[in-house]
C-alpha cells in the first residue's frame, strides 16, 4: 500500500489523512464543489473534484470515486464513515479494479447490511437478540401478527437504516396499521429500499457497543466497550469508554458475544457490535463494519490507535498484538460539537465560523474539520468537531471535559456545546445512569 484515496469529507477525512501521514502514505482527497476549500482538500497531498452536492452526485458517485482513485494512481481506498463506507458494491468495486478497500470484504459487507441477516447470524452464534423479526415483513397483516405475539410497543426500522434515522417507536396496532405505508414510502426514499422489520421496544435500554479488530490472518481481539447511552432521537451526543454501567462479568459477556458476531461474520479490520443492555440481559442491535465516529475513546484508554490499524490489516500486515497485550488504562468522554441550535430544537445551522479556537492542554484531543473563515456547507452532517477528553478516572474526565468546552470557542454559528455543560453538571449522568431514552425525555417531558 503507497497512496490512499479517501472516500469521505469532514473530520473523519482529516483523521484519515492524520493516519495515513504517519505511515507514509501518500493521500489523495475528493471533494464535491460545496467542499473545495475544506480542510480535508487542504491537507491531503493531492485532491480531485467529483462533482456538485448533494452527496448522490459526489460522494456517493461509485464510478467517479474508482476513476479518481485510477487516475491518482491510488491503490487503496478508505471510506471512513457514512457514504459508502458499509456499501457492499463499493467495495465490489473496488475489489474489481484492483484497489484495497479498506474494511471488510463485500460479502461480508452484504452480509451486515442486511439487518435481519446480521440478528440471525448473531441468534446462531448463541448471542441473545432483540424480539423480533427474522425476516422482512411482507405485508402490514404479518407485521400486526408479529408485533402482537411480542407484545407493544414495538419499533417499525428499515431494514437498510441507518444513522438513527428510519426508526419509529409504535405504541398499538392501530398506529402500527397508520404509519406502515408512510414508514416503507420513507425508508425508499431514504436507503433505496422499502423493506421494514419489526422490534421489540426496550424501555429503558443503555446502548453499549464493543470494538473488535481483526486482521486477514484469524486474530481477532476486542478494545472494550463504549457507552452511547447519551442520543438525542436515536443519535449520539456524548459516549464514554469504559461504561459507567457494567461491572466485570457483565463486562466480559458483551466482549465474548461480540467476537463471536464477528467470528461468525468473517470479519477482517476495525469493526463495532453494538447492544442494548437491561438490568442484567443483553441484546445484539446490529454491527458497524467500519471506523465509527466516537472511536477516540477508545483509541485514549486502550492505547491503540484504530485508524493506522485499519489501514495495517488492510494492507495484509498481521496484528501486532495479542488479547493479553492490551490494557486500558483510565476514562475518557467524547463530545460531538454540531453545528446546531439547541434552543431551536436543535436545527442545523450552516454559516460561516467567525472565530474558532479549540481547547488544548493535558488529556485534551479534538478531531475537527473546519476552521477559521470556513463556510459550512447546509448539505453534509451538522458535526464540526469531536472533544475527547482522558481522565485517571470519570472525575477527572468529566472536570477536564468541563474545563475544555469552557475554553472551545466557535463564532459565527450556533453549536451544541452548552447542550454538553449542562449534560455535565446533570446529577443523573454524574451518577452514570442515563439510558437511552433520557434526554428525549428531558427535552420534551
Ligand atoms: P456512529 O456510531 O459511528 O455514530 P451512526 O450510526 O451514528 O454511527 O452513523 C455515523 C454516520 O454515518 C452519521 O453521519 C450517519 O448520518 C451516517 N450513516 C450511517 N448509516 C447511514 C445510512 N444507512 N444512510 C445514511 N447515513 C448513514
Ligand atoms: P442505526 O442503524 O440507525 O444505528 P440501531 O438499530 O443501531 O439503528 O438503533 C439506533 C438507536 O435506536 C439505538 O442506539 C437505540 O437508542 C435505539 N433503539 C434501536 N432498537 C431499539 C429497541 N429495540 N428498543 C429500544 N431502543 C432501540
Ligand atoms: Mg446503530
Redesign the pocket.
Known amino acids: 500500500m503507497r497512496r490512499v484515496l479517501i472516500a469521505n469529507r469532514g473530520e473523519i477525512a482529516v483523521r484519515i489523512i492524520r493516519a495515513c501521514r504517519e505511515l507514509d502514505l501518500e493521500t489523495v482527497a475528493v471533494y464535491s464543489e460545496a467542499d473545495a476549500r475544506a480542510l480535508h482538500v487542504r491537507l491531503a497531498d493531492e485532491a480531485v473534484a467529483i462533482g456538485p452536492p448533494p452527496a448522490l452526485r459526489s460522494y456517493l458517485n461509485i464510478p467517479r470515486l474508482i476513476q479518481a482513485a485510477v487516475d491518482t494512481g491510488c491503490d487503496a481506498v478508505h471510506p471512513g464513515y457514512g457514504f459508502l463506507s458499509e456499501n457492499p458494491a463499493f467495495a465490489q468495486a473496488c475489489e474489481a479494479a484492483g484497489i484495497t478497500f479498506v474494511g471488510p470484504s463485500s460479502a461480508t459487507l452484504r452480509l451486515l447490511g442486511d439487518?435481519i441477516a446480521a440478528r440471525e447470524l448473531a441468534a446462531r452464534a448463541g448471542v441473545p437478540v432483540?424480539p423480533?423479526s427474522t425476516r422482512p415483513l411482507a405485508s402490514v397483516e404479518e407485521a400486526c401478527e408479529l408485533a402482537r405475539r411480542i407484545g407493544y410497543p414495538v419499533?417499525l426500522?428499515a431494514l437498510a437504516?441507518?444513522?438513527?434515522?428510519?426508526?419509529r417507536l409504535v405504541r398499538d396496532e392501530e398506529a402500527l396499521r397508520r404509519r406502515w405505508h408512510l414508514a416503507a414510502e420513507e425508508a425508499r426514499a431514504a436507503f433505496g429500499s422499502p423493506e421494514l422489520y419489526v422490534?421489540?421496544?426496550?424501555e429503558h435500554?443503555r446502548?453499549i457497543e464493543v470494538q473488535v479488530l481483526a486482521d486477514a490472518h484469524g486474530n481477532m481481539v476486542h478494545l472494550g466497550e463504549r457507552d452511547?447511552s447519551l442520543?438525542r432521537r436515536?443519535q449520539?451526543v456524548l459516549e464514554e469508554c469504559p461504561s459507567p454501567a457494567l461491572d466485570e462479568p457483565m463486562r466480559r459477556s458483551l466482549a465474548r458475544a461480540a467476537l463471536r458476531v464477528m467470528r461468525a461474520a468473517g470479519y477482517r479490520g476495525a469493526g463495532t457490535v453494538?447492544f442494548?443492555v437491561t438490568g442484567d440481559a443483553y441484546y445484539f442491535?446490529?454491527v458497524?463494519a467500519r471506523i465509527q465516529v466516537e472511536h477516540p475513546v477508545t483509541e485514549m484508554v486502550w492505547g491503540v490507535d484504530l485508524v493506522k490499524e485499519q489501514l495495517r490489516v488492510a494492507a495484509g500486515e498481521r496484528l501486532r498484538f495479542t488479547q493479553a497485550d492490551l490494557r486500558p488504562r483510565g476514562w475518557a468522554l467524547e463530545m460531538r460539537i454540531c453545528a446546531e441550535d439547541p434552543d431551536q430544537d436543535f436545527l442545523p445551522c450552516p454559516g460561516t465560523i467567525v472565530a474558532y479556537r479549540p481547547p488544548g492542554g493535558p488529556g485534551v484531543r479534538v478531531d475537527d474539520g473546519v476552521y477559521p473563515g470556513w463556510t459550512i456547507p447546509p448539505h453534509y452532517d451538522s458535526l464540526l468537531a469531536k472533544l475527547t477528553v482522558w481522565g485517571r478516572d470519570r472525575q477527572e474526565a468529566v472536570a477536564r471535559a468541563r474545563r475544555a468546552l469552557h475554553e472551545f470557542v466557535v463564532e459565527g454559528v450556533r453549536t451544541t456545546i452548552p447542550l454538553h455543560l449542562r449534560l455535565l453538571d446533570d446529577p443523573v449522568f454524574a451518577r452514570g445512569e442515563v439510558s437511552?431514552a433520557y434526554l428525549d425525555r428531558a427535552a420534551d417531558p
Open positions: 439487518k432483540v423480533g419499533l426500522k437504516g441507518g444513522g438513527g434515522r428510519g426508526i422490534e421489540k421496544y426496550l435500554p446502548h452511547c442520543q436515536r449520539k453494538e442494548l442491535l446490529e458497524n437511552t
